[in-house]
């Protein structure tokens, strides 16, 4: 009995031992693997802790790259709110501090007849397109300037649309610039016309003595029917509607030179091209013939009307014909040929005129819109050149080009249909 109790204990302590011997090893390898997983936590926390350390630095670089940015840099909600501006824009906008511009509207900037088209610019952006704009805002202080914005979509994680993120620069200068060239070019095309009717006189003055000589002629006749007492009731009524319809014919012509020497300009309003070429054609049609040039003028029928200044449009006919017209004092008179045509192409309004000139070489054709340039020995070079600006600023544009058959040049203008919504401001 007692051995069997010695072999029991002995078992039990071995049962024991060995128990103790398995925590053991499942203790040591549980602290392996403990230190197995420290050691990745650690090199995961130091990995975070520099991404972040790298990511705080980046941030601090792009928020200091921002902070010196001179432009404006800005993001904005959908409905305006203003939530970010860097400190140029804050200057830009006559803010001393962030809270002066932060969590208002952009629209309480903006000048009201362009706060459609930035609204329509924002709903674009926040579809996930780009853009830019000009427009006009007044700053706190009160100052109205002119803005460019170039705008994108700021996304997040997802690839969602969060705001929109601008770039906004200052171009009042710019602007400014560009408004004193224009009135520089008005008073150049003002100019040009005076100095046009100057060269343009005599051949007007014969043309308005027509008429004044008629007048004068039917009036004496009707004197002296009247004191001779032959003069019926009906030939003395035609005689006086002679005088009236020589009268209606002079005023026409001065009318038309009082309106072609105009210094103001009329604004931009839909326009019949036929009725502004035949009043070109009133005051250039003395000189044409003056010249002995035969003139053919092709208008497209139920052309739509043209947007744009009567007198300016007239300037620019006038001066293409009057071109023509003293090209073509090289050639024999039985060869002078002067064609007007007026169509449509890509909806667009096209003038050409055509001569049956000499022509001119490639490398001067390519410089004859150039200011100064001039083929006459008397010319200043800025007739071509005011009207191509005079096109330009109604949307279309200028060329020439060699006629196809034939000697001479084609000159070609496009201008843009009044149904289109155009803004010349």
């Avoid at 903006?110 to 329509?120: G, L, N, S, T, W």
């Avoid at 060329?399 to 001479?408: H, I």
Wanted: charged share 25%; net charge negative.
């Amino acid at each position: 009995m007692q051995l069997i109790a010695h072999t029991s204990i002995w078992a039990l302590l071995i049962a024991v031992l060995t128990l103790m011997g398995g925590l053991l090893l499942y203790v040591s390898h549980l602290n392996r693997r403990l230190r197995h997983s420290k050691k990745v936590l650690e090199v995961e926390i130091g990995e975070r802790r520099r991404a972040e350390e790298k990511s705080a630095e980046n941030e601090n670089r792009l928020r200091q790259i921002i902070a010196s940015e001179p432009e404006c840099v800005k993001l904005q909600t959908q409905d305006g709110i203003l939530l970010e501006m860097n400190p140029a824009g804050l200057s830009m906008m006559g803010a001393n501090q962030s809270n002066e511009i932060i969590g208002t509207s952009v629209y309480d900037l903006i000048v009201p007849k362009f706060r459609d088209e930035y609204r329509a610019l924002t709903t674009r952006v926040f579809a996930g397109e780009s853009d830019a704009m000009e427009f006009q805002i007044i700053s706190l202080r009160g100052r109205r300037l002119w803005m460019e914005t170039h705008a994108v979509p700021l996304r997040d994680g997802r690839n969602r649309v969060i705001a929109l993120l601008g770039i906004t620069r200052d171009i009042t200068v710019r602007k400014h610039a560009e408004e004193e060239i224009r009135l520089h070019y008005r008073e150049l095309a003002h100019a040009s016309r005076v100095n046009t009717m100057g060269e343009m006189a005599s051949g007007l003055a014969h043309e308005l003595n027509q008429p004044l000589a008629a007048i004068a002629n039917y009036s004496h006749g009707c004197l002296r029917r009247i004191r001779a007492g032959t003069g019926t009731v009906d030939d003395l009524t035609c005689a006086i509607e002679q005088v009236c319809s020589q009268a209606d014919r002079a005023a026409e012509i001065i009318r038309s030179l009082r309106s072609f020497v105009n210094k103001e300009d009329s604004p931009f309003k839909p326009l019949e091209l036929k009725t502004v070429v035949r009043e070109a054609m009133l005051i250039v049609g003395p000189e044409a013939y003056a010249h002995q040039v035969d003139v053919t003028l092709k208008f497209m029928p139920d052309m739509p009307k043209v947007l744009g200044n009567a007198i300016q449009i007239e300037q620019v006919v006038l001066n293409l014909i009057r071109n023509a017209v003293e090209v073509m004092d090289e050639i024999p008179f039985m060869l002078r040929y002067l064609e007007l045509h007026t169509f449509m192409e890509d909806d667009l309004a096209v003038v050409e005129v055509r001569d049956t000139g000499p022509g001119l070489p490639a490398e001067m054709l390519a410089r004859m819109f150039d200011p100064f340039f001039t083929t006459k020995e008397t010319g200043m070079g800025m007739g071509l050149a005011i009207c191509r600006s005079i096109v330009e600023a109604h949307g279309g544009n200028l060329s020439a080009f060699p006629n196809k058959e034939g000697n001479g040049l084609t000159l070609r203008f496009t201008l843009r249909l009044a149904m289109e919504e155009i803004s010349y401001e």
